[in-house]
């Protein structure tokens, strides 16, 4: 079974940046490399909504419209880690940000959260304006 564990939310003005970390630990199917990874978030009444992730194997990456030039997702494998990026952060990005993982979604549902068995317990972004 799979852990993931998400860090390095907080509270920022508009316009500052903030790095997130989400650790996977535990017994894997396989290797971490061929993982998709992916970030999510969630606001107060709102869909959990896909903010960008790793194809499986790690290859493509894919980012919702909203955040595309401002948040980088990346991933280091050997320490099985995936980081998101966020810079020019505005109040709208204000959510609490999931990391999840799946070693069998297909490319097409990615962007779907039934699709992932493997959840974060989240940590929260708070952006004043």
């Known amino acids: 079974q799979m852990q993931l564990v998400e860090s390095g939310g907080g509270l920022v003005l508009a316009g500052d940046s903030l790095r997130l970390s989400c650790v996977a630990s535990?017994?894997?199917?396989?290797?971490?490399?061929?993982?998709?990874v992916v970030w999510f978030r969630q606001a107060p009444g709102q869909e959990r909504e896909f903010v960008a992730g790793?194809?499986?194997?790690?290859?493509?990456?894919y980012y919702a419209d909203s955040v595309k030039g401002r948040f980088t997702i990346s991933r280091d494998n050997a320490k099985n880690t995936v980081y998101l990026q966020m810079n020019s952060l505005k109040p709208e990005d204000t959510a609490v940000y999931y990391c999840?993982?799946?070693?069998?979604?297909?490319?097409?549902?990615?962007?779907?959260?039934?699709?992932?068995?493997?959840w974060g317990q989240g940590t929260q972004v708070t952006v004043s304006s």
């Open positions: 535990g017994n894997f199917d396989r290797a971490f490399r061929s993982y998709a």
């Open positions: 999840a993982a799946s070693s069998s979604v297909i490319m097409s549902a990615l962007t779907r959260a039934a699709s992932f068995a493997y």
């Open positions: 790793f194809a499986r194997s790690g290859g493509s990456t």
